[in-house]
């Protein structure tokens, strides 16, 4: 065994390299069961970001089903999900370039089903979302969001489209700003959804509504079921039997529940709560598709849930409500498909690379169909995830992964304490989790610590925890990221004086605002962040454009709190470095966004970088922007911090320095 070498954290040298994340890394994403096939999707940055279909079938065969140059992703909202749907072999698909739906047969290329109307509104003038199959009828259910209106708002509708003629789209839903979630009743004569509408998100308040499909395709009148204003539902499916399930946050806790109606019940309608537990079994639905529960049987739901930020898998009687725990060496479970005597999920773990695994419900037994990285990486380089509370403003406690850096080639010299980066999560309705993460995994194996923070207003610790952000966006983050900081400071575990923090997106005005308000961080990486509130409140897309209303106050009737918690309005506060990453055709965060902020920083004097990409949009799926990231933002720190890589990396133009 060689000895390790005494090194300053910083400069160890790593087999975790950028071009290794880069070159062996895809990123699974949908999962869709037809008959015995196992179809899902895949984001590979090796082919520019492509989104492909791939199936696998009973013999054990992994094939692309959808040919190059076609890109299985949706527009709708902006942050897509729900791109493809599969029945009896055939595919229907949302491709990117046109947004038009297409319809593959096993021998045929992908045909167009729905109209060209790209030339109309740049990123497509109609797209689709969220497709379910109306056998009965020839025809497919979706969400349609159609721009064609000019410069108004696009309008969100529930349709069904012609599988014989696409001309032919009917509105079946309208009149709400947001719908999702179309599902068939298993004998075809009822459609359940759920909508919306501004000022709520998502996880703010929906309503679950349910119509009969009348002879001629259209919808009877629609009774809302559950669901309101305060109430978030997810995830609506119909059991084998006709019993209408949903995941309801009305007790604060996301759980499982049944609408029970006359017809199919026989008893007085209501709802029933299936699984009273405190712990979530539903998600911020930033993206369409999601799914944590199917049918096994009529009376038995397989399911997952999350507690204390890890997912549990488990098994739930419908007859007794009895839940039975289910180990996997799995502690994030996304993207469940239920069928008879099997699931398949998208499986992380600390130590593992993501995977969609299938698991024989008789026997327990895993089988992994498709890893997200084939690299075999000693768990000697790997730094072990540790969940950790810790005090936060008002008495409280905030969550939170903690990584310390880990190299078996390498020990720091006595004394010396690592430098830490924070990382605050995008969203900023969302959650990190323990899942293996090689961009992670990156630093630590180079000598940094890093804890990743879910802040007062992340999800999976029920609603109350998520209300904590509620009018107080850009104070509860930065206070729990600052804190966790300190408090891991204080604990020893990292150098109080070389503490960075790093986010993107709703992370990144998180990472800003803690820059600008708080005296903590020497340094910091913001990825296509907010600077000036007001600039997203009047320049952002449908979806999140009264977002900001539960999280700051209504616009512009609180215009005073948009400017006192805009970074760009207080540069003279930030007296550390900062590097900026940013796409240059992002419409959710759009380039202004950065580029106000670093012209102010250039200004002053400060350290600055900025780092933009043609043809990326809010996030980045090249392997080379990817990769030129990754190890700019390290390059970036070793000039802030003083230390030296251990292997050479491409410099970053740094102003004032």
């Given at each position: 065994?060689?000895?390790?070498?005494?090194?300053?954290?910083?400069?160890?040298?790593?087999?975790?390299?950028?071009d290794?994340i880069?070159?062996g890394?895809i990123?699974?994403?949908?999962?869709?069961?037809?008959g015995e096939?196992v179809y899902?999707?895949?984001?590979r940055?090796?082919?520019g970001?492509r989104?492909?279909?791939?199936?696998?079938?009973?013999?054990g065969?992994?094939?692309?089903?959808?040919?190059s140059?076609?890109?299985a992703r949706t527009?709708?909202?902006?942050?897509?999900?729900?791109?493809?749907t599969?029945?009896?072999?055939?595919?229907y698909f949302?491709?990117?370039?046109d947004?038009?739906?297409y319809?593959q047969t096993?021998?045929?290329?992908?045909?167009?089903?729905?109209?060209?109307?790209?030339?109309l509104?740049q990123g497509?003038?109609?797209?689709?979302?969220?497709a379910?199959?109306?056998?009965q009828?020839?025809r497919i259910?979706?969400v349609?969001?159609d721009?064609?209106?000019?410069?108004?708002e696009?309008v969100n509708t529930?349709?069904?489209?012609?599988l014989?003629n696409?001309?032919?789209?009917k509105?079946?839903a309208?009149?709400?700003?947001?719908?999702?979630?179309?599902?068939?009743?298993p004998?075809?004569s009822?459609l359940?959804?759920l909508?919306?509408?501004?000022?709520?998100?998502p996880w703010?308040g929906t309503?679950l509504?349910?119509?009969?499909?009348?002879?001629?395709?259209?919808?009877?009148?629609?009774?809302?079921?559950a669901?309101?204003?305060?109430e978030s539902?997810?995830?609506?499916?119909w059991?084998p039997?006709?019993?209408?399930?949903f995941v309801?946050?009305?007790?604060n806790w996301?759980?499982?529940?049944r609408w029970?109606s006359?017809?199919?019940?026989?008893?007085?309608?209501?709802?029933?709560?299936?699984c009273?537990?405190?712990?979530?079994?539903?998600l911020?639905?930033?993206?369409?598709?999601?799914s944590?529960?199917g049918?096994?049987s009529?009376d038995?739901?397989i399911?997952t849930?999350?507690?204390?930020?890890?997912?549990?898998l488990?098994?739930?009687?419908?007859k007794?409500?009895q839940l039975e725990?289910?180990e996997?060496?799995y502690?994030?479970?996304?993207?469940?498909?239920?069928?008879?005597?099997?699931v398949v999920?998208i499986?992380?773990?600390?130590t593992q690379p993501t995977a969609?695994v299938?698991m024989?419900?008789a026997?327990?037994?895993i089988?992994?169909l498709?890893?997200s990285s084939?690299?075999?990486?000693?768990?000697g380089y790997l730094s072990?995830?540790?969940?950790?509370?810790?005090p936060t403003e008002?008495?409280?406690?905030?969550?939170a992964?903690?990584?310390p850096p880990?190299?078996k080639d390498?020990?720091?010299?006595?004394?010396?304490?690592p430098p830490?980066?924070?990382?605050?999560?995008?969203?900023?309705t969302?959650?990190?989790?323990?899942?293996?993460?090689?961009?992670i995994?990156?630093w630590?194996s180079?000598?940094?610590?890093f804890v990743?923070v879910?802040y007062?207003?992340?999800?999976?610790y029920g609603?109350?925890y998520?209300?904590?952000?509620?009018?107080?966006w850009?104070?509860v983050?930065?206070?729990?990221?600052?804190?966790v900081?300190?408090y891991?400071a204080?604990?020893?575990?990292?150098?109080?004086d070389r503490?960075?923090?790093?986010?993107?997106?709703a992370?990144g005005?998180t990472?800003?605002?803690?820059l600008?308000?708080?005296?903590v961080f020497?340094a910091?990486?913001?990825?296509?962040?907010?600077s000036?509130?007001?600039a997203?409140a009047t320049?952002?897309?449908?979806?999140?454009?009264?977002?900001?209303?539960?999280?700051?106050?209504?616009?512009?009737e609180?215009?005073?709190?948009?400017?006192?918690?805009?970074?760009?309005?207080?540069?003279?506060?930030?007296s550390?470095?900062?590097?900026?990453?940013?796409?240059?055709?992002?419409k959710?965060?759009?380039?202004?966004?950065?580029?106000?902020m670093?012209?102010?920083?250039?200004?002053?004097?400060l350290p600055v970088a900025y780092?933009?990409?043609?043809?990326?949009?809010?996030?980045f799926r090249?392997?080379?922007?990817?990769?030129?990231?990754?190890?700019?933002?390290?390059y970036?720190y070793?000039?802030v911090?003083?230390?030296?890589p251990?292997e050479?990396?491409?410099?970053v133009?740094?102003d004032n320095?």
């Amino acid at each position: 065994m060689t000895k390790a070498q005494i090194a300053p954290y910083g400069s160890w040298k790593s087999p975790i390299t950028a071009d290794l994340i880069v070159a062996g890394t895809i990123g699974l994403g949908q999962i869709v069961l037809d008959g015995e096939d196992v179809y899902w999707s895949e984001g590979r940055p090796s082919e520019g970001g492509r989104n492909a279909i791939a199936r696998r079938t009973p013999d054990g065969q992994i094939s692309d089903v959808t040919p190059s140059p076609f890109n299985a992703r949706t527009r709708v909202h902006e942050y897509g999900g729900g791109a493809f749907t599969v029945k009896d072999g055939t595919i229907y698909f949302s491709n990117f370039a046109d947004q038009r739906l297409y319809k593959q047969t096993p021998d045929t290329e992908p045909q167009p089903l729905t109209p060209d109307f790209s030339l109309l509104s740049q990123g497509g003038a109609r797209r689709y979302a969220d497709a379910v199959v109306d056998s009965q009828r020839q025809r497919i259910i979706c969400v349609l969001e159609d721009h064609t209106n000019g410069g108004h708002e696009p309008v969100n509708t529930l349709v069904s489209i012609s599988l014989d003629n696409g001309e032919d789209i009917k509105v079946l839903a309208s009149g709400s700003d947001f719908y999702s979630s179309p599902r068939l009743s298993p004998d075809g004569s009822q459609l359940a959804w759920l909508s919306w509408n501004h000022p709520n998100m998502p996880w703010d308040g929906t309503q679950l509504w349910v119509a009969q499909i009348q002879d001629d395709g259209s919808l009877d009148e629609a009774k809302c079921v559950a669901g309101g204003v305060n109430e978030s539902i997810f995830q609506p499916e119909w059991s084998p039997d006709g019993v209408l399930y949903f995941v309801s946050d009305r007790t604060n806790w996301w759980n499982l529940y049944r609408w029970l109606s006359p017809r199919s019940s026989g008893e007085i309608e209501g709802v029933d709560p299936v699984c009273p537990l405190e712990a979530e079994f539903g998600l911020p639905q930033w993206v369409f598709g999601m799914s944590t529960y199917g049918f096994e049987s009529s009376d038995r739901i397989i399911c997952t849930y999350t507690q204390k930020g890890n997912w549990q898998l488990a098994s739930l009687d419908l007859k007794t409500k009895q839940l039975e725990a289910i180990e996997t060496p799995y502690t994030d479970i996304l993207s469940l498909q239920v069928a008879n005597g099997r699931v398949v999920f998208i499986g992380g773990s600390a130590t593992q690379p993501t995977a969609i695994v299938q698991m024989d419900l008789a026997t327990r037994h895993i089988e992994v169909l498709r890893q997200s990285s084939e690299l075999e990486i000693d768990k000697g380089y790997l730094s072990t995830p540790q969940a950790i509370a810790f005090p936060t403003e008002n008495h409280l406690t905030a969550y939170a992964f903690f990584y310390p850096p880990n190299n078996k080639d390498y020990i720091a010299p006595t004394g010396e304490k690592p430098p830490l980066i924070v990382k605050s999560h995008g969203g900023p309705t969302a959650a990190t989790s323990s899942a293996f993460n090689l961009k992670i995994q990156y630093w630590t194996s180079r000598g940094f610590a890093f804890v990743d923070v879910n802040y007062g207003g992340s999800t999976g610790y029920g609603r109350n925890y998520r209300q904590r952000l509620k009018d107080n966006w850009g104070i509860v983050d930065v206070d729990d990221c600052a804190n966790v900081a300190k408090y891991l400071a204080q604990e020893g575990l990292v150098d109080g004086d070389r503490l960075a923090i790093a986010g993107g997106s709703a992370g990144g005005y998180t990472t800003l605002a803690a820059l600008t308000f708080r005296d903590v961080f020497k340094a910091g990486a913001s990825y296509y962040g907010v600077s000036d509130l007001e600039a997203l409140a009047t320049d952002t897309h449908k979806f999140e454009s009264r977002y900001l209303d539960g999280l700051i106050g209504p616009y512009p009737e609180r215009k005073d709190l948009y400017e006192q918690r805009s970074p760009l309005h207080f540069t003279d506060q930030l007296s550390c470095p900062v590097i900026f990453f940013q796409g240059l055709e992002d419409k959710v965060v759009p380039p202004n966004q950065a580029e106000m902020m670093v012209d102010a920083l250039k200004a002053k004097g400060l350290p600055v970088a900025y780092v933009a990409y043609e043809g990326e949009q809010h996030g980045f799926r090249r392997a080379e922007n990817i990769k030129r990231t990754l190890d700019g933002e390290f390059y970036f720190y070793s000039r802030v911090f003083g230390f030296e890589p251990a292997e050479s990396v491409e410099p970053v133009p740094i102003d004032n320095l």
